[in-house]
């Protein structure tokens, strides 16, 4: 595939992060636990060495894995997240005082993402009033129930894994590899994707395009893809499929 | 003689109806899956952004690409449909599922759920626990009714931390079942396990609830 | 087609508007101009004779097209829209004072239908701050800048158009023809979609389905379509094609 | 010689740049694009759900699904993409068009916008003009200097309804235009028409704006 049509495409994570990340930066991170993480990326951005960083991502990977790896490195000053019990290296340095966390509710996280990226200050919601959650944070009550304003929640860089995406920066995501990743790329000053196969422009079904090209400033290829499973769980030959009667 | 954690799911599947959106919490919840009534349509959401989610996978067939919001590899259905984040907790919080069941540490007369943190220990956070129970139509708690130690879980007031407020509709534990009509209501026994007594559930719940 | 599978797949357009519309109701009507709109179901009803509606819809018809049919035999009461210039009817009735109006911009009202749809109380927009929208409303200023609280807006019913839906009520949108289509679905206590096929489940792409099933309570395909152009506007086959370099 | 329309669209042109994502105005913003400068890329959005509009379609290519904001049947290109109308005024509003060409009924020496709605007129609507003027990073006008009447139109204060509050940051009339570089700025004249002579913007501008 030709790169030289676009200013967007780039040759590798390292130069596709190159003078975009720097110390002290608020970072989105795309993925839930190690599906649909922008492995290339984390990789090119621990190898940065930038420091002081606050991160916004859902989990905080596991230890040696996604964002597990920029933990070991210290590089991660906060974490804002809704889930972090997987990870041993976190917890030593959230219990020594080195790491700051804000839990949001896993769905407040994701609205304060996707206001962040539509130009919404803020809005009423009924989750987490009456619990931690609302400390410190306005509320009212409408028809007896208590909503808490949160805040739209912005990047200064996203970094975004797809499955496809064109050399314009139109991007599909693949089955739950989706997750946060199209939230995040709205809401960031600039926002990196990987993709698994990258295309000409013509190649996407215009219909099913889920990130279009103008939230993306700057694309790979991703050099390869270890996809780890965190729980893999399997169903016994004999065993009944009943799940779901479909 | 305490009802079982299969037990316990398959009281729990005795909530679903035909043509529910269910969302299934971890634990004794996703076993639930394998109690729902033969020819009885039940669509599992998954939170992290899928709707009719399929059985564990075949060895040879998980795809790192799908999984449920336990992280566990599951598998698609003619009817999947793949959405984000922000997308799955609007159909949560816009009240569009039907029913949620979830486990729980401590569950209070008024309803209010604690599930998510204890103080003092290592926090995981609450994932979408509180997006959950404030959006979801119905929820409907499965718990041991003590602690190991013996403790009540069922009280007057949580001491945990809190999931939400007012949220619980029906608690099944291993020794009775509690619910309630509406959320203006107060608890009431409306099911023992077998051998288990009124006045055996009574002393070790200091919940107030109705029988 | 076998339609015995799934309880949410009616005959035709009447019989699933059936027990469903009633006077008095506000509806969500799907479309921007006359594209994408549900014209099966706004002729349903019509025939239905239900009175006295709220219709939510960004635009209100042509005379005789869409809503305009509802105009015309007088079963609307209000119309919630950002822009109706297209109804000459409509404007009689207004200047008669027979039809109440309320305009929002067309960016609000799509968000108040998402927020609606998402178990959002309301959220602060700059949008329409310092005009006549904003009056009645709170507003805050933050860091200078002046935010409106607009709140979330459902509907008892929703009338959606969608390309292909399956018997789950999964849907496919066209092109242009989305449009507020899937934020109303998500935002009414009954959706009713006309699609143009319907399909099978298992037909649709699951990565690329705009409406979850979830969101859908009836479905039908629609009889037939007439698709009106509104505005034909042609390029003559000599003129040179650079309104975009792509 | 004050500027035709199509020396407006011409002008306003201008202020394209490589790359920019834009958003057009019906009437005379619409023709912008036919002075897009070649080899420049410039990709234009409808905010009924669109990014990538391409030209008007040949006779026989029309398609009834494929409008644009001003309802006028359009074409795709190989870049193009549909979203929901939520999902375009979220592009429009979180800032992530580079600019919009809008006309003007009225513009305010302080940036103020005027042009949805003239009282005792029937009001069509404001449709996504304030979204668009409110979220667009910058905002050029483009519209005659004077009324019909030859009442000016770039004035101390806005006498119609408002579009938006210090919003507009270029302003293209006929006769010239007036820029500044920050919304705390007032406007500068930076152009003139050939052979329109700085007085007689003078003489028909209340607006205050430096030379």
Chains 1, 3 share one sequence.
């Not at chain 1, 993402?113 to 009550?141: C, Q």
């Not at chain 2, 119905?138 to 041991?144: G, I, N």
Request: glycine share 10%.
């Amino acid at each position: 595939m030709s790169v030289a049509t676009s200013s967007k495409v780039f040759a590798d994570a390292s130069s596709a992060l190159r003078g975009v990340v720097q110390d002290g930066q608020t970072l989105m991170c795309g993925g839930f636990g190690a599906c649909g993480i922008p492995e290339n990326l984390i990789d090119a951005l621990r190898d940065s060495g930038v420091r002081n960083l606050t991160v916004v991502s859902n989990n905080a990977g596991l230890d040696g894995v996604g964002l597990g790896k920029l933990l070991q490195t210290r590089q991660i000053r906060k974490m804002i997240s809704s889930y972090v019990g997987e990870n041993k290296e976190f917890e030593r340095q959230y219990l020594a005082g080195e790491l700051e966390l804000e839990f949001n509710p896993q769905g407040t996280l994701a609205e304060r993402i996707r206001a962040g990226g539509a130009g919404i200050y803020g809005f009423y919601t009924k989750v987490g009033a009456g619990t931690l959650v609302a400390e410190g944070k306005e509320t009212r009550i409408v028809d007896g129930e208590t909503y808490v304003l949160e805040k739209g929640l912005v990047a200064d860089v996203a970094l975004i894994k797809a499955w496809k995406g064109d050399t314009e920066g139109n991007l599909i995501y693949r089955k739950t590899a989706r997750n946060f990743n199209p939230n995040m790329a709205t809401a960031a000053r600039v926002t990196v994707a990987e993709v698994e196969q990258l295309v000409e422009p013509g190649s996407l079904d215009p219909d099913g395009i889920h990130t279009p090209g103008i939230f993306v400033q700057r694309i790979i290829q991703g050099a390869s893809y270890t996809k780890l499973i965190e729980k893999l769980t399997l169903r016994k030959r004999e065993e009944r499929a009943n799940a779901v009667v479909a | 003689m305490p009802w079982s954690r299969e037990d316990l799911a398959a009281r729990a599947a005795r909530e679903l109806a035909d043509g529910f959106y269910v969302n299934l919490g971890i634990g004794i919840p996703t076993l639930v899956a394998n109690y729902i009534a033969p020819g009885m349509k039940v669509v599992l959401q998954s939170q992290n952004g899928m709707l009719g989610t399929g059985p564990f996978p075949y060895e040879g067939e998980e795809d790192a690409d799908l999984i449920n919001a336990g992280k566990q590899t599951v598998t698609a259905l003619p009817m999947t449909s793949y959405f984000s984040s922000a997308d799955s907790f609007a159909m949560i919080r816009g009240g569009h599922i039907d029913l949620a069941i979830l486990g729980a540490m401590e569950v209070a007369e008024n309803g209010d759920l604690a599930n998510w943190m204890i103080p003092g220990k290592m926090v995981k956070g609450m994932g979408g626990a509180m997006d959950l129970v404030a959006g979801v139509k119905r929820v409907v708690v499965v718990m041991d009714h003590t602690s190991k130690e013996g403790d009540p879980k069922f009280k007057t007031r949580c001491e945990l931390p809190l999931t939400g407020t007012n949220v619980v509709d029906m608690l099944i534990t291993d020794l009775a079942v509690f619910s309630r009509p509406t959320r203006k209501n107060s608890f009431k026994l409306v099911e023992l396990a077998p051998g288990v007594t009124a006045e055996e559930v009574r002393r070790k719940t200091p919940a107030k609830y109705s029988e």
